[in-house]
Every structure is written in C-alpha cells, then in structure tokens.
C-alpha cells in the first residue's frame, strides 16, 4: 500500500476487506455528507460516488480506529507506537517527483468554489476543510512543517483558518507578519495515511513532520514545485491548494465543533486567500468528521500515545505501552502500563504524563496483564486493583488547554489513579482466572482455522 502516496490504495484495501461502503446515491454536503459520517462512525470507510453540484467523490471515516491506521502503515496495532518513534528518531528527507499527477487539473478562478466541502453541524456557519494537512515554511530558517487545522470557507477564493495560538503555523505566521507580508501555505487533501499521521506528531519548531512521514512510508515523500506558492508539495495527493495567511487579518468564526463531541468560541480565525488549486483528474476530496468521531480521536490518540510513552519511559524504564482512549476523545485520558511496578513507580508515571501533555486530565496506572487499550479491562482493574482512599490522587488548579471544556481561567482538577495489583490486598493473591497458556494457544489456532476471516478477538 505504500507505493502510491495518496489515500487510493488504502481505499482498494478497505474495498477488498469489505470496510468500505460505496453510497450510489446523489449526497448533499450540506448536513447530508456529515450525517452519514457520523452514523457510520464504527462501521466502514464512506465512498460517496455522487455530491450535489460537483463531479468530485467524497471519502471519509478512512482511518477510524488504530486497526486501519495499523493497516494503512502495514504494521501490527501493537506497533504503533514504536514505528512513530522510529520515525522521529529515523526521519527520511524528502524527494522531487517524477510525476505531477496532482497538479493534472488547475482551478485559479475560485480555487475553493470547485470543491463539495461539507458543512458538519448544526451551529457551525461554514462549510470546512477537515482533511487538510497543511503545509508551511518557518520564515526565519525556511525548515517545513506539516499540521492540521481547519479552513472554514468564506467565499470562492477566501478562508479562515483555526489556529490555536502555540502551534507552529500560528508561531510561522506571526513571524512573517512581522516582515511585512503574509505566509505561504499549501492545502493537502488525500495525501497516503502515513503522511496524515505525522502532520498529526508534537515536534520541535524545526522539525519537519515529512520527514517523519517518509520513515512511517518506508520511502521518501515525493514533492513537486507548487504554481503560485513558494512551496513543494506531495505529488501524489489527491487535491492541493495553494494560498497565503495575514497573522494581521482576523475574522470572526463563532462556534465549531471540537474535540470532546461539544461546541466552543474561540473568537476569530485567521484570514487566507487561496490562489490556486490543482488536484488529479478525477479527484477524491477526503473528509474527516471531527468533534467527537473515531477518525479525529485516533489521529491524535496515536502520536500523543507514542510521545508519552518516550517520555515517561525517562523516569519509569518499565513503562511498556501507553494508551490515549476515546474516553477522553484522544487527548484527555491516558492509562500506563507498567511491567513488575516498585512502590512509587506509578506515582511517578502518573506527574509524567501530566507534565508532558498538558491537556491530559486523567491517568490511570495499570499492570503488564491489562491491556490499556481495551476500556473494559482498564475499569476492571480500576474496580478490583484500587483502594481509593490509598490510589486516587487528586490534583486541584492544575494548568489545561482552552480546549478542555471544564477549565476555569485555564485550571482544572487532574486525577492519578494507581490501579496496579498490591499482592498484600488479598490473602487469595492477585493472579487472574485463566485456562493454561497453552491450552489458551492451541484453542486460538483451533478457532482461527474456523474462520476465513480472523476477528480481533482472536488476535494474539
């Protein structure tokens, strides 16, 4: 899947795996191609063959779980963690193109007007790009950065873009107002998974993300010179739009969906005019439904995941997965598993996390016998590994985001619980009831030759 870079071959995957669902049907994007994104939110990939007003298909849900990212890297979901890792440690530069195939068609009129862009929510009052990795140059060192943020459409040729303040772009933005003229930027739509996965990485201002995207490929990203932005961008997308932010122009934005399935206002968005848009001959605009949906949840569950493991891994070596769920919408709850804990390693765990993600609000502790992916067990042992006046630790006005829907003046209560098994709780032990290893083993391979297709449950 790896040799094309855009999302088409991921999109075959899922076609041969029966986990994408073709709608024949004409959709509307108003309301229309958003209700049936959150209706399929566990269920499969949506290839919308027919949009009201475009000749363009619409595809969303592509990545929605850590199984079809999994997939879409060519990996195992337990290996996650480690190749974006590796691919911080191991980044691979990018190189020119032999092709140009996104830059098949070329729209310079009203670059925006040509795309079928959904309008999700009932209070939102725009259509918004969702899907688009965009891409930008720090002015003061010319290192690249790649990252999401939403682009809400003003008219055919005009935006807002949503930035929180301390993101890079922003950073890269204000610095180029400061000399005087706006910041280049490029819009990409359908880029292959892996480079949506490290636009999605918390790196250092300096750090290009595809450089990291050509580690999670297993090959350079391919670049082409954009037309009317002083830019290179990934040859084989589907659909890039070229444009330009004024940190000094705002516009007001009113209220947009965020991450824990709620509204907020964060008052203006940033403006941008777009000058061009290309894309390949019969394009694929992708969408991602965000606020509370699976697709969004793991796209930032997954590169968190990864940067907290490394960093508590500093202060517990005996740290061996780290879990952000879809409890806490990928961002707001974190459970530790830790092999064979000493007295005090949790605790110590637990101000790690804190310390490293400051959106983080909850942490629990959990054994190497707990998957910290699997919510159920993680509550099991919540339930029967805690004693609550001696493992839950309160932390009261602790700094959080603006985004955390229960801050006051930019303070929230944390709460660490340590539900690691203590052997002196119970005079019976601590060991869970289970059939031997081996029995457990050969039962796996019995039940597996039953079936053409292996659930998850049947995993090892």
Not at 90 to 100: C, D, F, G, N, Q
Not at 130 to 141: Q, S
């Amino acid at each position: 899947m790896n040799a094309h870079q855009s999302i088409r071959p991921f999109l075959e995957w899922l076609d041969r795996t029966g986990d994408l669902l073709r709608v024949p049907d004409t959709v509307d994007p108003f309301h229309e191609v958003s209700a049936c994104l959150s209706l399929a939110d566990r269920g499969p990939a949506l290839l919308f063959e027919a949009v009201a007003g475009s000749p363009l298909r619409i595809a969303g849900n592509l990545l929605a779980g850590r199984e079809r990212i999994a997939a879409a890297l060519g990996i195992a979901p337990a290996e996650i963690s480690e190749r974006i890792l590796r691919s911080i440690r191991e980044p691979i530069w990018p190189v020119s193109a032999t092709h140009r195939a996104v830059q098949a068609v070329v729209e310079r009129d009203a670059p925006l007007a040509a795309l079928p862009v959904p309008t999700f929510f009932e209070r939102e009052e725009r259509p918004y790009i969702t899907a688009g990795v965009i891409l930008a140059r720090d002015p003061e060192t010319g290192r690249g950065n790649a990252s999401f943020a939403r682009v809400g459409l003003l008219d055919g040729r005009t935006a807002l873009v949503g930035i929180a303040p301390n993101h890079h772009l922003a950073l890269f933005a204000r610095r180029a107002a400061a000399r005087g003229r706006p910041l280049d930027i490029a819009v990409v739509l359908g880029a292959h998974p892996a480079i949506q996965l490290a636009a999605c990485l918390y790196l250092g201002v300096g750090d290009d993300e595809l450089e990291c995207a050509g580690s999670l490929l297993g090959a350079p990203v391919e670049l082409i010179d954009a037309l009317t932005v002083d830019l290179r961008v990934p040859a084989g997308a589907e659909i890039v739009l070229e444009g330009r932010i004024d940190a000094n122009v705002s516009v007001p934005e009113g209220f947009i969906s965020e991450y824990h399935g709620m509204y907020e206002n964060y008052g203006p968005g940033v403006f941008a005019t777009f000058s061009a848009m290309t894309r390949r001959e019969d394009a694929i605009l992708q969408v991602i439904e965000p606020g509370y949906h699976r697709e969004h949840i793991y796209l930032g569950a997954l590169p968190i995941a990864a940067g907290l493991l490394h960093g508590i891994a500093k202060v517990v070596p005996n740290v061996r997965d780290v879990a952000v769920t879809e409890a806490g919408a990928g961002r707001t709850d974190v459970v530790v598993q830790l092999d064979a804990p000493r007295p005090g390693q949790a605790r110590r765990a637990i101000h790690a996390a804190f310390a490293a993600v400051s959106l983080v609000k909850r942490v629990t502790v959990v054994d190497v016998d707990i998957d910290p992916w699997d919510p159920v067990m993680v509550d099991w042992a919540r339930m029967n590994r805690m004693k609550l006046e001696r493992d839950l630790m309160l932390f009261p006005h602790s700094g959080t985001d603006r985004s955390e829907p229960m801050e006051e003046g930019g303070l929230v209560t944390k709460a660490g619980l340590d539900a690691t098994a203590k052997p002196s709780d119970r005079a019976e032990g601590i060991e869970r009831a289970l059939p031997p290893a081996a029995a457990l083993a050969s039962a796996r391979e019995r039940l597996r030759a039953c079936m053409p297709r292996v659930p998850a449950w049947l995993s090892a």
